[in-house]
């Protein structure tokens, strides 16, 4: 039902005298609103939580000197940021906002750890605030590890750079170029001593962006540093200022993982690896070639929902494909099953295909892995 301009009017002013006598009468009282008020943590690993479900830690590690950070409604801001260290080394610190858990620290509410297998969807959002005078990089997290722990270090740490400040650099060297989400990153990999590492750096400052999570895990998978029966235990947004850092801010963030029978579910962790192999049958010529790739299920148990890892070689992308949803076009790929061929029986096979341009020498993938476990090349 559709109210006629003068009614509203009317409305409008009766609530509005309304609302002035009783913030009269609550000013009289005593009585204060509902607002709540902002939360400054300067505890080198306080905490605390907003939105009813994220939690915001100062989590500073690397340096002795104060820094505070104040949490908002929906983020938060850095307010002091003292102290540097060099740009050679570590950061010093990580103020971030997280799903999932960190050191026995759980978010309220969260479904993780979730095996990675069972996962659907993660999706995600961020909005950054920057400034110009600090050194430092917004870092989003995600964290994997073989098992479902709530504490210590994982195995295996997935960055995405936002954006960096700085002389500074991801752990471990440049190991290539990726399309994650559908933009380009540069990829880092190595390890910090304690965990395996993987980056993913924008070539330019990206301020917002709304994405799944889990298109940055397959292709830590595809590249074999997790396994789909691996588990992913928390999802992290923030930065890590080497010097000052004060003004740096999370305006917003949101995070949901959605689990089931997904495409990929290996079973639980006691059941058996699914024995595989692979036939990649190719038809080439100059500057172009065809892709047939037949997928052989080699156990005694059904796959229900498959996704195949591989990496083109240098200098291959794909234009086009059939019977797979494929991520990403070159560099490390995963080839997931579409509606109709999402089972594959005992000694049955799934076939698929794609088409792509090439430079230099033809070559094929090296290797295959079907839901994180590798396969024989038949």
Known sequence: MRSSPHSLRTVRALSG????????????LGVSGPAQADTTICEQFGSTVIQGRYVVQNNRWGTSATQCVTAGDTGFRI??????VPTSGAPKSYPSVFNGCHYTNCSPGTNLPAQIGTIANAPSSISYGYVAD???NASYDIWLDPTPRTDGVNRTEIMIWFNR??????IGSRTGTATVGGRSW????????SNDVISFVAPSAIGSWSFDVMDFVDQTVA?????NNWYLTSVQAGFEPWQN???????????SVSTGSGPGDPGGPGDPATACAVTYGTNVWPGGFTADVTVRNSGTAPVDGWRLGFTLPSGQRVTNSWNAALSGSSGALTAANVAHNALIAPAGTQSFGFQGTYSGTFAKPSGFTLNGTACSVA
């Open 186 to 193: 540069e990829v880092w990999t190595g390890s910090n001593g």
């Open 245 to 255: 850092g004060a003004g740096l801010a999370v305006n917003s963030f949101s995070s």
């Open 79 to 84: 307010t002091q940021a003292d102290g540097s």
């Open 165 to 170: 400040v700085g002389p500074i650099q991801p």
């Open 134 to 136: 600090a050194v430092y």
């Open 223 to 227: 590249r074999g540093m997790a396994q």
């Open 17 to 28: 005298a309304l609302l002035t006598t009783l913030a009269t009468l609550a000013a009289l």
